[in-house]
C-alpha cells in the first residue's frame, strides 16, 4: 500500500484526496493516514491540508523498498528490491537470494557495505548516505561462457541511465568501468553460479559513486563521485531506476543474438579507450596497441605496433591508458 500510495502522491502535481487515495485502494482513512505518517518520518515532506488533501513537497534521498518500486518503470528488472541500511555485500545478499530461490530480476540495494567487494579481490569502499551498492539477479537461458558480456551490458546501461538523469557525458572504460572526465564513477563485478553447461544464476554487482566529496588517498587521483563532477547533489532511487530501465531494454537485445551484435555499436561509441594507445597487461609481458573496438563477445580488438590485430579478454588481462588510468 506504501508504494501504491508513493506513487499517486509523486503522479499527482496538486493536491490529493484522502478519499481518492482510499477508493483507489480500498481502504480506510485511518489506513491512509498511518501510512502518510509513516513517510513524513521517514523524510518524506507531505503537506496535509483540510477539504483539499496531501501534497508531496519533498522526496529525501532514500531508497527503501518502497521508493524503488514505486519508481521501477520495467517489467521484471528490479520489480522485486531488498533494501538494506546496511550489509556485508550486495553481491553476497543476491547470491543467498538466489540460492534461495528469488526470482529473475531480483535487485538487492544498500546504504552501506561492510565487506564491499572489488574485482581482482580489491575492497570496495562502501559508506553509508552518499552512494550506490546494488546487485541484480539474473537467470539466463544461456551457456556460461556468455556469462561475462553481461557486465558489458550493464556498463552500457549504468552509463545511459546516469545520462538520462543528469547532464553530465559519460563513457567506458573497457570492459565495464563508467568514467567520467577521466575518473572512475562506477565499477561492476558479475559473479556466477554454474554447471558446465548451464547457468544456475548471475549476480551483477554495480557500485556508483554518486555523492562522496572525498576518496581514501590510495584511490584519489583516479575516483570520482557524481557530486564532485556536477557540482550538486544527486538522488539516488531515480538514478537506480534509470539503470534498470536501460538494463532490461539492453539486456532483451543481448539476448536476441545471445551476445553482443546488437549493442557493440552503441557500447564503442561510449568506449573512452577507441581508437587510443592503451597498455595490455596480462600474464606475458605488457604491451602497447591501439584500441580498435569490441567484437561481439565483448573482447576488446587492439592493433599492436607490429601491425598485428588481437583478441584482449577481458578475463585474463586489464587494460590502461599508457600514460595512467585511462
Ligand atoms: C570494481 O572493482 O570495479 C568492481 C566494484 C563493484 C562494487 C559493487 S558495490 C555493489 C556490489 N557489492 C559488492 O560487494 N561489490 C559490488
Known amino acids: 500500500m506504501k508504494t501504491e500510495i508513493l506513487k499517486m502522491l509523486r503522479e499527482t502535481e496538486d493536491y490529493i484526496s484522502g478519499q481518492q487515495i482510499c477508493e483507489r485502494l480500498d481502504v480506510s482513512r485511518t489506513a491512509v493516514w498511518k501510512v502518510i505518517r509513516q513517510l513524513q518520518d521517514e523524510g518524506y515532506q507531505i503537506e496535509a491540508v483540510r477539504n483539499r488533501g496531501y501534497r508531496i513537497v519533498d522526496i529525501p534521498d532514500v531508497m527503501t523498498r518502497e521508493e524503488l518500486e514505486s519508481r521501477m518503470r520495467t517489467e521484471w528488472a528490479g520489480r522485486n528490491v531488498f ?5 556485508d555485500s550486495t553481491n553476497l545478499r543476491i547470491r543467498q537470494l ?17 565487506a564491499g ?18 546487485s541484480l539477479l539474473l537467470r539466463p537461458d544461456l551457456l556460461p561462457g556468455t556469462a561475462p558480456a553481461l557486465t558489458l551490458v550493464m556498463a552500457c546501461s549504468v552509463a545511459e541511465g546516469i545520462m538520462d538523469c543528469e547532464d553530465v557525458k559519460v563513457q ?8 567520467i572526465n577521466g575518473k572512475k564513477l ?18 551483477i554487482g554495480v557500485g556508483i559513486n554518486v555523492n562522496m566529496t572525498g576518496f581514501p588517498e590510495n584511490i584519489r587521483e583516479t575516483a570520482t563521485s557524481l557530486r564532485i563532477e556536477t557540482g550538486h547533489k544527486v538522488k539516488r ?11 532490461e531494454e539492453n539486456y532483451e537485445i543481448f539476448l536476441q543474438t545471445g551476445d553482443m551484435s546488437g549493442l557493440a555499436e552503441k557500447y564503442s561509441r561510449m568506449l573512452v579507450n577507441i581508437g587510443r594507445e592503451v597498455l595490455v597487461i596480462g600474464a606475458k609481458e605488457p604491451y602497447k596497441a591501439y584500441a580498435l573496438g569490441i567484437d561481439r563477445d ?3 580488438l587492439v592493433r599492436r605496433e607490429d601491425g598485428a590485430e588481437e583478441k584482449v579478454y577481458a578475463g585474463e588481462v586489464s587494460v590502461r591508458g599508457v600514460y595512467g588510468y585511462v
Open 83 to 87: 533494501y538494506y541500511p546496511e550489509t
Open 98 to 114: 538466489g540460492d534461495e530461490g528469488a526470482p529473475h530480476g531480483t535487485l538487492a540495494v544498500a546504504d552501506m557495505q561492510t
Open 117 to 134: 567487494r572489488g574485482r581482482r579481490g580489491r575492497i570496495w569502499e562502501s559508506p553509508a548516505g552518499s552512494s550506490i551498492y546494488m
Open 172 to 179: 567506458i572504460k573497457w570492459p565495464n568501468d563508467v568514467i
Open 186 to 203: 562506477v565499477g561492476i563485478l558479475t559473479e556466477m553460479s554454474s554447471q558446465v553447461d548451464y547457468i544456475d544464476h548471475v549476480v
Open 237 to 247: 532511487a531515480p538514478l537506480i531506476a534509470a539503470v534498470m530501465k536501460r538494463f
Open 298 to 300: 565483448g573482447e576488446l
